[in-house]
T-cell receptor, first 117, second 110 residues
Framework: GAVVSQHPSWVICKSGTSVKIECRSL??????MFWYRQFPKQSLMLMAT?????????EQGVEKDKFLINHASLTLSTLTVTSAHPEDSSFYIC?????????????FGPGTRLTVL | TQLLEQSPQFLSIQEGENLTVYCNSS?????LQWYRQEPGEGPVLLVT?????EVKKLKRLTFQFGDARKDSSLHITAAQPGDTGLYLC??????????FGKGTRLSVIA
């Protein structure tokens, strides 16, 4: 149990275009989903926290108009990188938490590698 | 701001050696989780420790939560090349997002 999928696993796009990344909890309902960004050989950087049916809470320094997050159902959250630029190239990882255990455990997706040309 | 300091940042050892990774904070956590991440993949949850002083074993991996729930350690016995990866500790406190350490990158050489 506790499987989280992400799609696509990698994407290459031109500068100025928008890219949507999907995060799905496959076998549980995720009341909260998290979006992280990871640069090479570094740890995870939390971008935003989203709760189903409400607006996402963005971390300081993360542009909410650039990184649009939608958590419309208990099994799906999407991250849209709008007007992508080469500096947005990174590994984006989502995680999901829910009533799986009594602890605040998060289960991570496999990540999406975004390359902006 | 809660911080988790992980050490060492990098570790390269020979197959068969033992190693310990440390995760320290000045803050108290309700629980602490250890993850392992391989290149190009998402982190995978290894264990959650909750009680001060708790010790959990997962095959050759031993996890310990400090008595004051401010620190934790991961000990690997007889490391194997398959243990290579980025090890992350993460602390949970109430309803705030998990606080992640910067990770320990382990390389086990055959």
């Amino acid at each position: 149990g506790a499987v989280v999928s992400q799609h696509p696993s990698w994407v290459i796009c031109k500068s100025g275009t928008s890219v949507k990344i999907e995060c799905r909890s496959l076998d549980f309902q995720a009341t909260t989903m998290f979006w992280y960004r990871q640069f090479p050989k570094q740890s995870l950087m939390l971008m935003a926290t989203s709760n189903e049916g409400s607006k996402a809470t963005y971390e300081q320094g993360v542009e909410k108009d650039k990184f649009l997050i939608n958590h419309a159902s208990l099994t799906l959250s999407t991250l849209t990188v709008t007007s992508a630029h080469p500096e947005d190239s990174s590994f984006y990882i989502c995680s999901a938490g829910g009533a799986i255990s009594s602890y605040n455990e998060q289960f991570f997706g496999p990540g999406t590698r975004l390359t902006v040309l | 701001t809660q911080l988790l300091e992980q050490s060492p940042q990098f570790l390269s050892i020979q197959e068969g050696e033992n190693l310990t990774v440390y995760c320290n904070s000045s803050s108290v956590f309700s629980s602490l989780q250890w993850y392992r991440q391989e290149p190009g993949e998402g982190p995978v949850l290894l264990v959650t420790v909750v009680t001060g002083g708790e010790v959990k074993k997962l095959k050759r991996l031993t996890f310990q939560f400090g008595d004051a729930r401010k620190d934790s350690s991961l000990h690997i016995t007889a490391a194997q090349p398959g243990d290579t990866g980025l090890y992350l500790c993460a602390g949970e406190s109430g309803n705030t997002p998990l606080v992640f350490g910067k990770g320990t990158r382990l390389s086990v050489i055959a």
